[in-house]
C-alpha cells in the first residue's frame, strides 16, 4: 500500500510537473560533490530555502507567491560550514545567499569611494571600501573565500515550484550513496497548492473576462517518498510554519508520525527569529534568543544548527547496548 503510495507520487512529478532540463547534470555535480566531502571526512546537509513560485498561466505573466526571504536557510547554510558541513544550498531565485545577507540593504555605490590621490580621482585601481557602511566586511569576505577555495557550497537556483520538487528529488537520489552522513534540512516554504499544466490557460488571463476564480490542486507530499524511498538512511528534518501558536506542535507531532522522519523544527510567524521548537518522537526542545541577545545580534539558527548537528551525530552513532554477560 506504502509502496503503491510512493510509485504514485513519482508518477504525479513526472506527469504534472515539467521536469527540468539540466536536472540530470546537476543531480550528477551534487552526487560528485557528496561523495568528495564524505570521502574527506565531511558529512553534506542539503539545505532548501525560500518560497515557491506558482503560475497562473503557461506563458507565465502571473504567479503566487510567498512571504519566504530565505534567511533561515542562508543562515544556516553558514552555521552547518562553520560546524564541518558541506553545504548543497538548494534555494529560490533572489531569495537571501549565505554571506552577502548581510549586505542586502546596502547600496554597494554608497560604500564605494574612489580613493583621492594627488588631487585627482578616479583611477580604477583606487577603488576604497567604506567599511562603516559594509560592518564586518573584512571577516565576512575572509569567511566566504575560505569556502570558495574549500568548495564547500554548492548552490543550486529554483525558480518554480516543479524545478523545486524534481532537484529535491535529484539530491535525495544523489545523497543516497552517502546514507546517515547526509542530512535532509527542509526550511524552504513550499507551496501546497498549484495548477496543473493541462489546466493552466496558455496566455495572459484577460481581466475583460470578469473576477477571476482558481482552482488549485493540491501538491503532492514530497517528504513521503524522500523519507522512505530516495534517501532512507538520511537524517531528515522538516519545517513547520503556523500563525496559530496553539495548534503548532500538534501539527509537528502529527507531521513526524506521518513522515516518520527525526525532527521538525516549529516555528510560528511573527516570532520565527527568536524562538523555535524542535520536536523529535520523544523530546520537545525550546530554542529562544533572550533581549540582551538579539541585540547582540546572536541569531536562533545557531542554535537550531547546533541541536541538530548534536542530534546527526547520535544518528550516525547510536550508542550502542551492552548487556552484562549472565
Ligand atoms: O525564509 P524565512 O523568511 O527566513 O522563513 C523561514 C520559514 C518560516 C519559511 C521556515 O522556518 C519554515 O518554517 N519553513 C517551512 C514552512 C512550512 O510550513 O512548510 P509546510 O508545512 O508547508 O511543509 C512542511 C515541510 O515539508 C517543510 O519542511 C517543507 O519544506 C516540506 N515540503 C512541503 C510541501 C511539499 N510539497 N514538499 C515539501 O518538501
Known sequence: MAER?????????AEEFAIPSHVED???????????????????????????????ESRTVRFLDNFSSGRRGAASAEYFIESGY???FLHRHRSLYPYTRMFLTINMLDALQFKVTDGTAGNPSDVVVDQQMLPNIVKVLKQYQEVKEGGLLLPIEFNTLSEYLHLLKAAAQALHPIGSKAMFY?????????????????HKIQSSNGPLQLSLNMVPKILSPLVKDWAPQAFVISFKLETDESILLDRACRALDT???????????????????????????????TEEEVQKGVEIEERIVSNLTSAHTKFINPVSLHLPET
Not at 503510495?5 to 512529478?13: E, P, Q, V
Open 26 to 56: 546537476v543531480k550528477e555535480k551534487m552526487a560528485d560533490f557528496a561523495m568528495r566531502h564524505t570521502e574527506a571526512g565531511r558529512r553534506v546537509v542539503l539545505i532548501t530555502s525560500g518560497g515557491t513560485k506558482v503560475p497562473l
Open 86 to 88: 558541506a553545504v548543497i
Open 259 to 289: 513522515y516518520r522522519h527525526q525532527a521538525v523544527v516549529a516555528n510560528v510567524l511573527d516570532s520565527r527569529r527568536g524562538q523555535v521548537v524542535v520536536v523529535t518522537p520523544e523530546t520537545q526542545v525550546e530554542l529562544r534568543l
Open 186 to 202: 527542509l526550511a524552504a516554504a513550499v507551496s501546497d497548492f498549484y495548477i496543473p499544466a493541462s489546466e493552466m490557460p496558455e
Open 5 to 13: 503510495r510512493i510509485s504514485s507520487i513519482d508518477g504525479k512529478l
